[in-house]
């Protein structure tokens, strides 16, 4: 009797999109890290298939690559 093979893990989960979704229906408030290593902390306010818009209080709004992301996280503000 031979082994069964283990079924293979999906291609695309879209984890990424229900994530960026609930970062963008919550308004919370993130910090993204690129490969540059340079940080711009705001609100993902829309995103696509290319980038993500970040709006910021203490500057310009971002549109930001997502193959120039490095990765970005949850950023609650100072005293939360």
Do not use: C, W
């Amino acid at each position: 009797m031979a082994p069964k093979s283990k079924a293979r893990a999906p291609e695309q989960t879209f984890a990424e999109t229900k994530y960026l979704r609930q970062l963008a229906d919550s308004s919370s408030r993130v910090t993204v890290k690129l490969s540059t290593n340079e940080e711009f902390t705001g609100v993902v306010e829309f995103f696509d298939l290319n980038f993500i818009r970040l709006t910021r209080k203490d500057g310009p709004n971002l549109f930001l690559y997502k193959h120039d992301i490095k990765y970005l996280y949850e950023d609650p503000e100072p005293g939360e």
